[in-house]
């Protein structure tokens, strides 16, 4: 029997996938995704480039895929914070936010520096991965302001997550000139002040 031909009924499409997603996030262990190609994952799993084509579509939405794993990862990170008072909830889910990205550098990137090729809209279910992590925090500030509108509370959440991604990225890049302790504290102070300025604020809630 042909050895490709052998090759191609080892695995079925499913595992040949599940082993593509996990090279490329073992290679962004240690490197990032601007040394890597198709070719190389094709190769690193022991299949031709046009095995992953056939399976994923584009090497695009092979990088998709692995966002969405990296989302889900981060999004079981995130889920146990639900059993103290809103407020350090949100900090507890501040501080795993950045203990996730300084863990996982290139992974925590690639979610958010992917883009869809000819400005096509992410595909509904890594949009519903990303509602799901802002969900995490809106029924935390729910708790805080019970009788808030559905559509204040996801701009609320948006606001007080983008400090919380700003501090993370600047600790990433080196920016911040700060310990981790340090980058905690900070995430810490951001939510606590930005809960402080909601309740000042009430009437323009």
């Not at 204040?152 to 600047?170: A, D």
Request: charged share 15%; net charge neutral; hydrophobic share 45%.
């Amino acid at each position: 029997m042909d050895s490709a031909v052998a090759r191609r009924k080892e695995h079925t499409h499913e595992q040949i996938r599940q082993m593509a997603i996990a090279a490329v996030v073992k290679h962004l262990q240690y490197d990032n995704i601007h040394s890597l190609s198709l070719r190389k994952v094709a190769a690193e799993i022991g299949y031709v480039p046009s095995t992953l084509i056939n399976i994923f579509g584009s090497y695009q939405y092979l990088l998709l895929a692995v966002s969405e794993h990296t989302l889900i990862k981060l999004s079981a990170a995130l889920q146990g914070f639900t059993e103290q008072a809103p407020i350090l909830n949100i900090q507890n889910m501040a501080k795993a936010y950045s203990v996730f990205a300084l863990q996982h550098k290139s992974c925590f990137r690639l979610v958010f520096e992917l883009s869809m090729p000819n400005e096509q809209p992410l595909p509904a279910n890594h949009s519903a991965l990303v509602k799901s992590l802002f969900a995490l925090v809106e029924s935390q500030l729910r708790l805080c302001i019970a009788d808030i509108s559905i559509q204040k509370v996801e701009l609320m959440s948006r606001v007080l997550w983008g400090g919380i991604h700003g501090l993370t990225c600047l600790a990433l890049d080196g920016k911040l000139f700060v310990t981790h302790s340090d980058l905690q504290a900070m995430l810490c102070s951001h939510v606590q002040g930005y809960i402080a300025g909601i309740g000042i604020n009430r009437e323009f809630v």
